[in-house]
């Protein structure tokens, strides 16, 4: 008789090898023709409400892992709630204007001067919905979960008809003005730029000190005595019209090389040392409030430059004297202002020399510096050069230097409602908690917001001019165009002249003749994602508004978190969100950036094809993700095996459920034995791990709490015991239905649990289980966590007895490889312990030696008593077992042959197989 026929062994059609590559984007198709998303949100649907706002990611290029990353823990998050007791809608959306797409156009050949406006930006849009249905399809195959069918977009009219309400809100309030000041323009774009929009790179650049003899000392400096200024662009002198001081500073007047000079005291020595003064004398000190209004001669034009008074000059670097540009310079505006100067730019939107640079104009202004520094060492003004490479602004975008220009722009002041701001992010909850402290330094500190771009792909200025130049932005007007671009989209702006565009009748007192002009710049596209807390959140039924989370990289606190938060504070006075969480960058394995030159990039595409999706999100999962993560194909070897390790397990569990019955054969936690009720707490520890480990958006904690479970406490330890059990006792026999209920609850659990995570997996096996009714995973809540009184003595009891156990079993591996024995089975062991450990293992409840995967076991007395040297606790001596081996259960043992019908079997299998027999 073959005796492996009575055995029985785990039946499931489940497949060990994932297959991800092939089985995922099958998955996908059943997903979508059963459309999940609505099945999910249709049985959510009246609980709680959860929203995490998408940020919209730009709609240019394939996916790179920082996408990955971000979409992953998006979905993670949106999962786990659904199960969890909410509502939990997801909007993906894309952010669509701006220059990367009119750039992105050019370089494929479009000439935009051929084409009208209208015509250019009808092409912009088609190719951003090209780059959309790209990226939503990989989106997709990460497995991410959303309403990817309608999705918000920045270019809809829809959405567009809303970011001219919050334009106008904003405007009504007495947010927004027009004004001349210094912005960050980028000459390669040909735009002005947004602080978020700047990002740092090393530049060498010219070190110059130059001198100004004074034309008027006021009584405090003789004429010609030279005040010493440093800067390291002199592309910016011809656009010199002040010096600042300041007040509470000390000043020197120094003797050296035959002339007198001024710069600040605590500067003096370092000052002599950088322009090779062998030796200098001071010859009075004076504070900074002496010199204000002393004029000095412009060391290249007939004319003065004014010294004024600044709170910004430090003495850390240069000379304390501040070469002052209103033109370009915020600081030097400002003074400027204050003092009544002119505002100077020298220099046009190509980052040209104008003609308001005599001597200079025509030349680009980096060349510049060459011609003036120059002019200047012929003027006799040039005092020391050198080149320096420091850090220096660069456009985001075109990766190439900026500068400061003055030019007419619109702006949003912040100062006029800093403080609600402030207090919006004082009742926001932030992860990690530095997030607070961060975006409340950038906002406190923050100028106005320079909204206005002189591009065409955007959504326009909704701003009319009278003829007598006065702007027109109005409740009426902001109505009438709002609704326009509603029904037509925003191209009509570009299309239809100011009167077509203005409400019928409209009149004004500044346009006498009815002639009306309109704004040609865009609006900056912080501004149009910044306005998706109205256009998405409070324009959709299925959403609400504020969200309860905004999740994005850690870059976003000076991009649409702090956008985002402007615009909902000044028209709404709160916030947009309740909770922001953000997460770091992805590096290579060696902490670089990934780049195609260092030929280090790793691509989910890649990962997805040659692993799947769920080895990709598992490894999400596996990351602290609020610092910088680190990314490389050994990560993914390591991860794949967890993976393998939770799989198999799985395997393992619905194998060995094949004649369970959950309704009719489940056994209650107090009819099991220890062992099993030790494994139904280790599971309800690891529930309640996984629910906190969502709840606090650490999926870490998750990954680790069902690694460990899965790991240690079922495959290293439960399911090696349940062997003995559940493949070698009769089918109903109570030991044996008390570890299939165990299972059950274990698979379950695990199921529902790494379903955000791994829900590719989860739903396969799902679909094997023939005792489920939902159709999807995903259309279930997660467990709840039930804890019995009992549970911390028995922890308590059980994990002193798995420290004995991991000791047998170290024993058992010593004696394998002294090959004093083969298998486990073939030994006996004989513990030697104190008086604790010898009434613990008395008092376990089921046979020890098969918890220690022996043939025999005994007691063998106190440590003073053991042969050999205690591994701890205890000391443990295996032996090889007396007796023949079962031939159907493999324990040797001295009860063979005592069944006339079954010889070769053990008393217990004897048993069960005459029972099978009857």
């Keep these: 008789m073959d005796y492996k026929d ?17 089985r995922e984007p099958e998955m996908q198709k059943k997903w979508e023709e059963m459309d999940i998303y609505k099945k999910v949100n249709e049985r959510t649907k009246g609980r709680p409400f959860f929203v995490l706002h998408d940020g919209p990611p730009y709609a240019n290029g394939d996916l790179h892992m920082g996408h990955a990353l971000n979409k992953v823990l998006k979905d993670m998050i949106v999962r786990s709630r659904s199960m969890m007791g909410f509502h939990a809608p997801y909007v993906p959306g894309w952010d669509t204007h701006g220059l990367p797409i009119e750039q992105a156009l050019t370089n494929k050949g479009v000439n935009r001067k051929e084409l009208s406006l209208a015509e250019f930006r009808k092409l912009c849009e088609e190719y951003a919905y090209q780059q959309i249905d790209s990226q939503r399809s990989q989106f997709k195959r990460i497995g991410v979960r959303g309403d990817w069918e309608n999705p918000y977009v920045t270019l809809k009219p829809t959405y567009e008809s809303r970011q001219i309400e919050v334009f106008g809100k904003m405007a009504e309030k007495g947010y927004i003005y027009k004004g001349l000041k210094p912005v960050y323009w980028s000459p390669s774009s040909e ?61 020197v007047e120094l003797a050296a090389n035959g002339s007198k000079y001024v710069v600040a005291q605590d500067l003096a020595e370092a000052v002599a040392k950088e322009l090779g003064w062998e030796e200098y004398e001071v010859v009075r000190q004076f504070k900074g409030a002496e010199m204000e209004h002393i004029t000095a001669k412009h060391p290249l034009y007939d004319r003065t430059s004014l010294v004024m008074l600044g709170d910004h000059v430090t003495i850390e670097s240069g000379t304390g004297c501040v070469h002052t540009a209103p033109g370009h310079g915020e600081d030097d505006f400002l003074v400027g202002k204050k003092y009544g100067l002119d505002v100077l730019c020298p220099v046009d939107e190509r980052g040209v020399m104008t003609d308001e640079a005599p001597g200079f ?35 985001w975008r075109t990766k190439k230097p900026v500068i400061y220009r003055a030019t007419a722009q619109w702006f949003v002041s912040i100062e006029a409602f800093r403080d609600q701001i402030l207090k919006a992010i004082d009742e ?50 902001i109505e009438h165009i709002s609704g326009l671009f509603r029904e037509h989209g925003s191209n009509v702006w570009f299309e239809r002249e100011p009167s077509d565009l203005l409400p019928p009748g409209f009149t004004h007192p500044g346009s006498p003749n009815g002639t009306f002009t309109k704004e040609n710049d865009i609006m900056d596209v912080w501004f149009d994602s910044g306005s998706s807390h109205q256009a998405v959140l409070d324009e959709r039924e299925d959403l609400q508004y504020p969200a309860d989370l905004y999740l994005e990289g850690s870059d976003q606190y000076r991009g649409w978190f702090n956008s985002s938060l402007t615009t909902s504070v000044a028209i709404n006075g709160i916030a947009p969100y309740k909770g922001v969480l953000s997460h770091g960058f992805t590096l290579d394995g060696n ?12 691509v989910p595409a890649k990962v997805m094809n040659q692993l799947g999706a769920d080895i990709l999100r598992l490894w999400v999962a596996s990351v602290d993700y609020t610092a910088d993560v680190r990314v490389s194909d ?3 070897k390591q991860v794949s095996e967890v993976y393998r390790k939770i799989r198999n397990t799985l395997k393992f569990l619905h194998g060995n459920l094949h004649d369970f019955d959950n309704e009719t054969d489940r056994v209650a936690y107090e009819d099991m034995r220890e062992m099993d009720q030790f494994m139904a707490m280790r599971l309800q520890k690891m529930i309640d791990a996984a629910h906190k480990g969502y709840n606090s958006y650490e999926f870490s904690s998750v990954y680790h709490a ?107 591996e010593e004696a394998r490889a002294a090959k004093t024995i083969g298998k486990s089975l073939e030994a006996k062991v004989v513990v030697y312990g104190d008086e604790a450990t010898k009434q613990l293992l008395a008092s376990i409840d089921d046979n020890v030696g098969q918890l220690f995967m022996v043939s025999g076991y005994e007691f063998g007395g106190s440590l003073e008593d053991a042969p050999k040297v205690a591994d701890g606790s205890v000391a443990v001596v295996v032996e090889r077992a007396d007796g023949e081996k079962c031939e159907r259960c493999w324990t040797v043992s001295e009860q063979l042959g005592q069944n006339d019908n079954h010889p070769t079997l053990c008393s217990r299998c004897a048993a069960v197989v005459e029972t099978k027999e009857a």
């Design 706 to 812: 069902l690694n460990h479970f899965c790991a240690n406490d079922l495959s290293s330890f439960y399911l090696d015991v349940a062997k003995d059990v559940v493949y070698i006792e009769t089918a109903d026999h109570p030991h044996r239905r008390a570890m299939q209920t165990v299972m059950f609850d274990s698979l379950m659990a695990i199921l529902k649990l790494a379903s955000p995570i791994i829900p590719h997996t989860a739903d396969e096996l799902w679909a094997h289980l023939d005792f489920v009714e939902e159709a999807s995973v995903q259309l279930t809540d997660f467990p709840e966590v039930e804890w019995k009184d009992a549970y911390d003595a028995l922890e308590e009891k059980w994990t002193q007895f798995m420290v004995i156990r991991d000791a047998v079993l170290k024993a058992l």
């Design 6 to 22: 009575t055995l029985l062994m785990p039946k499931t059609d489940f497949p060990m090898r994932g297959n991800l590559p092939n």
């Design 191 to 251: 735009s002005s730029l947004a602080e978020a929009e700047i990002e740092y790179h090393d530049k060498k650049s010219p070190s110059i000190y130059v001198s100004f003899p004074v034309v008027d000392g006021k009584g405090l400096l003789d004429e010609g005595t030279k005040i010493i200024i440093w800067t390291t662009t002199p592309w910016t002198i011809p656009a010199n019209l002040g010096i600042t001081v300041h007040a509470d500073f000390n000043y």
């Design 591 to 602: 902490g670089r950036k990934m780049s195609k030159s260092l030929g280090n990039v790793i």
């Design 428 to 477: 926001t909850t932030f992860t990690p908690h530095w997030g607070e402290t961060r975006l409340y330094n950038m906002l406190r500190d923050r100028g106005d917001w320079n909204i206005s771009r002189q591009r065409v792909w955007g959504v326009p200025i909704p701003v009319f001019y009278a003829e007598n130049g006065d702007a027109i932005i109005t409740p009426e007007t």
């Design 634 to 636: 050994e990560n993914f």
């Design 361 to 395: 104009a025509g030349e680009f202004y980096d060349k510049a510096n060459k011609s003036i520094t120059e002019a200047l060492k012929e003027a006799g003004a040039l005092e020391a050069l050198e080149f320096i490479t420091h850090s220096y602004p660069h456009d």
